[in-house]
């Protein structure tokens, strides 16, 4: 029991210290987010093109044995049939939303119509020819 006693004691410091240091992070900045948006979706595609090469190779070693066991002359059921194996095709980087990319106008109060009927001299503050 005395033994016990100590190993408490040093897990509860454990513990309390772990929690005072995860409470001491800060939060991430848009940055940081996007960057663990990224490896977030590079890491599913590369998963998608794991079980793709997983797949084509079970379909590879299913019609050698299938191929082997007819040149055998040995009864083989026939293969169940399966969905195809999807290719995931290359690595396309997820795109922000318009709003994130700053695809539009910047926020600026217009000072006038964006279109009138004066001549560019004119607008130029010189004489039309």
């Known amino acids: 029991m005395s033994s016990s006693l100590p190993r408490r004691i ?9 929690i005072a240091a995860m409470a001491a992070l800060p939060p991430l900045d848009d940055a940081a987010k996007a960057k ?10 590369t998963d998608k093109v794991a079980a793709y090469q997983l797949c084509k190779s ?8 299938f191929a082997q066991m007819k040149q055998e002359g040995k009864p083989v059921s026939p293969p169940i049939a399966t969905a195809e194996c999807a290719d995931p095709g290359p690595y396309a980087a997820p795109t922000p939303p318009l ?14 119509p ?3 009927k004066a001549t560019e001299a004119e607008l130029r503050g010189g004489a039309k020819n």
């Open 10 to 18: 040093v897990s509860a410091l454990a513990n309390t210290c772990c």
């Open 36 to 45: 663990a948006a990224e490896a977030a979706a590079r890491t599913a595609w």
């Open 58 to 65: 079970q379909d590879a070693v299913a019609a050698q044995y």
């Open 99 to 112: 709003e994130a990319a700053g695809a539009h106008s910047p926020p600026a109060t217009a000072s006038g």
């Open 114 to 116: 964006p279109n009138s």
